[in-house]
Nanobody
Framework: QVQLVESGGGLVQAGGSLRLSCAAS????????MGWHRQAPGKQRELVAS???????HYVGSVKGRFTISRDNAKNAVYLQMDSLKPEDTAVYYC?????????WGQGTQVTVSS
């Protein structure tokens, strides 16, 4: 069974940067959109950014201008470059992949931004 494997989380000071990576362990047939959600303690999971199979990105308003999503279709991978990080960006970040026959989720990676 294909799994999404995430990396790149960690602890960073406010104003710093992190780059999250997410790659599939195998081929995902009929891959469509990929993206990232996040969930902060005591809050609902929210969509942070997504990117279509045609490389059109979408961002939640709070990260526009600071985060950049990209993908590598050959590797079934998606990336999230996070700049100018704020303490309110602290959360567990989950990547996902939407395909014709199934949807996939990563296990989550912790991002902590200190003030």
């Amino acid at each position: 069974q294909v799994q999404l494997v995430e990396s790149g989380g960690g602890l960073v000071q406010a104003g710093g940067s992190l780059r999250l990576s997410c790659a599939a362990s195998g081929t995902i047939f009929g891959l469509r959109a990929m993206g990232w959600h996040r969930q902060a303690p005591g809050k609902q999971r929210e969509l942070v950014a997504s990117i279509t199979s045609g490389d059109t990105p979408h961002y939640v308003g709070s990260v526009k201008g600071r985060f950049t999503i990209s993908r590598d279709n050959a590797k079934n991978a998606v990336y999230l470059q996070m700049d100018s990080l704020k303490p309110e960006d602290t959360a567990v970040y989950y990547c996902y992949a939407l395909a014709s026959l199934d949807n996939y989720w990563g296990q989550g990676t912790q991002v902590t931004v200190s003030s």
